[in-house]
């Protein structure tokens, strides 16, 4: 017997017998048909090359070995099945192309040619070992990792049949011979696999897989299968030339094979045509990597969670953040100031700015609506056109990395500010849509409970309006009791009954008015009469005014003649309300200072007090919040129209507190430019003319 007919028949027997074994142990290996049917279609090839038959027609042969492996391995994918995608509909039209081809040409219906034998010999051995190492890739890379170990030796096996073929065919091709060498351990190669099947079917007898298809998974798949196409027609090529070159062909065709190479190589490491092909193949073939209905209950879940309404900004935050695994971030909406303030913030404490509505930083995420990298905006700002630098505040942050737009409506409402991801991620194209819908998601929550709070405002105000027509009523009542009372005074002043009886009435209206404005707290606003007011002198009628309070407040530091343009009794009213909300909190042995001062173009009211504190939440959600108060009888009204007033007035109030230790308020004010025009009421003139 020759060499080959020992190398063959050593592979025949070895496929033989795992078949026979595969057989008897078919009720508990689930994919044993498949690879039962393999090992025949390997056997009779191995049967056929042994004899040594000439006649045989090797090429259906060599097909029918092959497709036997590519049907075990479509079994394994679970790409059989209907829902399986178009895998099995391809490699089964290609191998009944290339039957249909060979049966024809033992038929005797067509001829020999170079074109035919191109089809049918060499080149598309290539192309079948091309399609069993992407089916071979697939399988190995999708198998979840934990279960690897159960197929690793007969991918191994496998790998090395099908990377044997596809060197002997290629090395065919372009020498136009197979290397007797080659073909005669072929199938002793053959034979060395099946140790490998047996050993993986013994440790994963269902020869069952999950699949995890990725991203990368399918980016290798499609790039090994591009370069084996563009092998293949590349090898197609150089027959041609080395066919047609004469004297020179051999040299031509190993120029241009490579120079093939060198292209393949340039275009395998080209940056921009693996980055098109990363977006291609995941727009349009991937399955995703995130489960979407998982990810978007937990979204969903997080944003309701609670009470409603209560810590929704921080919810908000810490749901976007979840889905990409960043550990911290903060909340940017528009505030009171015409401008994007830092609201929240999530395990990012240090997050702080302010951010104009017009600024070309908002105008950017408002229009494009575009996550932001910082990372990648360092690297690559014209991959952000329109837009060009950050904010200072933003890059001050240490943490900050990813800014994702909130917009609702086509309207931006603020923005999310992220920390690096845990995983390491890489804003792709998932990752950005993802991001902006979950943005685009908050973002109508985050309406919904500002549209809610603004109607509880309102809702506030309707009810207090109500109050005050019953209010009104009330005084219209006891202002025409007094003027009836006024009327009977001219004839009966003499009258002793008359007399106490006046007193009495008038006692009871001036109960009645004291419940009145203990209730209401507020009457309506007086018209402005803004003009040049000296603030000393509003800080002397407070401090007149309080001079029977209990701690009394005291004057320190006082610059003269700073002069605002203000209406004087509601400035006072501002000043005079700020001072009791000191005294209140302080004991009766506590101290309560005021104080004004010029810096730069502002004057600054600073009313300080050591009483019981405020807290920083307090502060930011409940202080200036109209109908919020700490006290039994208050209305929260004074410090909301405090704020308001100061505001209208072009200045600010900023508060620093400490519980426990005490609190500070300054009332900023812009100073008049013109000091000619003074308010005869600033001054002592007011307390001498009624």
Not at 269 to 282: I, Q
Not at 300 to 305: K, N, Y
Not at 543 to 556: F, I, Q, S, W
Not at 666 to 678: A, C, E, F, H, M
Request: net charge neutral; charged share 20%; proline share 4%.
């Amino acid at each position: 017997m020759t060499t080959v007919g020992i190398s063959y028949g050593i592979a025949a027997s070895a496929y033989g017998l795992l078949g026979l074994w595969l057989w008897r142990r078919r009720g508990s290996v689930k994919s044993s048909p498949a690879l039962i049917v393999a090992c025949i279609t390997t056997m009779i090839w191995a049967l056929a090359y042994a004899s040594g038959h000439a006649g045989l027609p090797f090429g259906m042969i060599e097909l029918q070995r092959n497709a036997g492996w590519f049907f075990f391995l479509l079994t394994l994918l679970n790409l059989v099945r209907r829902d399986g995608g178009r895998w099995p509909v391809y490699i089964f039209a290609y191998c009944l192309v290339v039957l249909a081809l060979h049966l024809l040409l033992l038929l005797g219906w067509i001829r020999p040619s170079g074109v035919l034998l191109l089809l049918l010999g060499p080149p598309a051995a290539l192309m079948q070992m091309v399609l069993a190492m992407l089916l071979l890739e697939q399988l190995y890379r999708n198998t979840q990792p934990d279960q690897r170990w159960g197929i690793k030796f007969m991918c191994l096996g496998l790998l090395g049949l099908f990377v044997f073929d596809f060197y002997m065919f290629a090395e065919a091709v372009l020498f136009n011979s197979v290397d007797p060498a080659l073909f005669q351990a072929r199938g002793l190669i053959n034979a060395l696999a099946v140790p490998l099947i047996a050993w993986s079917v013994s440790r994963n007898p269902g020869l069952v897989v999950r699949l995890s298809m990725s991203r990368r998974a399918l980016f290798h798949s499609a790039s090994l299968l591009a370069a084996g196409i563009y092998l293949l027609l590349m090898a197609a090529a150089g027959y041609y030339i080395r066919y047609f070159g004469g004297d020179w062909g051999g040299i031509f065709q190993t120029v241009f094979l490579f120079g093939a190479a060198l292209i393949l190589v340039l275009v395998m490491f080209s940056g921009t045509m693996r980055a098109y092909m990363r977006v291609f193949l995941s727009k349009h073939f991937f399955a995703y990597r995130y489960d979407y209905r998982e990810e978007w209950l937990r979204f969903t879940r997080s944003l309701s969670e609670g009470e409603p309404g209560v810590h929704l900004r921080e919810h908000t935050i810490r749901a976007i953040a979840t889905l990409v695994e960043c550990p911290a971030g903060a909340l940017w909406l528009r505030g009171e100031k015409q401008a994007y303030e830092c609201v929240a913030h999530w395990n990012m404490s240090s997050a702080s700015g302010v951010e104009a509505l017009d600024s070309l930083f908002c105008l950017f995420l408002e229009k494009k609506e575009w996550v932001i990298d910082i990372e990648e905006f360092d690297r690559l700002p014209e991959s952000y056109g329109g837009l060009p630098a950050l904010p200072e505040w933003l890059l001050a942050i240490p943490a900050a990395r990813y800014v994702v737009p909130l917009v609702l409506h086509d309207r931006l409402i603020g923005w999310v500010l992220l920390s690096s991801s845990r995983a390491n991620l890489q804003l792709n194209w998932e990752v950005n849509d993802l991001l902006k819908t979950a943005g685009r998601q908050a973002a109508g929550y985050l309406a919904q409970l500002e549209a809610a709070e603004a109607l509880l405002v309102a809702r506030q105000f309707e009810s207090f309006n109500r109050m005050s027509a019953f209010v009104i009523h009330d005084l219209k009542n006891v202002v025409a009791q007094l003027s009836l009372l006024l009327a009977n005074a001219a004839r009966h002043k003499n009258n002793p009954a008359f007399q106490e009886d006046m007193l009495e009435t008038i006692g009871h209206a001036i109960d009645k008015m004291n419940r009145l404005l203990m209730q209401l707290r507020k009457g309506a606003q007086p018209i402005d009469a803004p003009q040049g007011v000296a603030l000393d002198v509003i800080l002397a009628r407070v401090l007149e005014a309080k001079e029977l309070a209990m701690p009394r407040p005291v004057l320190g530091e006082c610059e003269k003649d700073l002069l605002v343009h203000a209406d004087s009794d509601r400035l006072e009213r501002v000043v005079g309300h700020l001072v009791q909300n000191a005294v209140d909190a302080c004991s009766s042995s506590g101290h309560v200072t005021l104080a004004l001062s010029r810096t730069g173009g502002a004057a600054e009211i600073r009313v300080v007090d050591d009483g019981v504190g405020m807290s920083e939440q307090f502060i930011r959600e409940r202080l200036f919040r109209p109908f919020e108060s700490t006290k039994n009888m208050g209305m929260g009204i004074g410090t909301y129209e405090s704020r308001e007033y100061v505001r209208q007035l072009g200045g600010e109030i900023l508060v620093e507190s400490r519980e426990g230790v005490g609190t500070s308020f300054v009332v900023r004010l812009p100073l008049q430019q013109n000091s000619k025009s003074i308010s005869p009421a600033s001054g002592e003139d007011k307390r001498n003319n009624p």
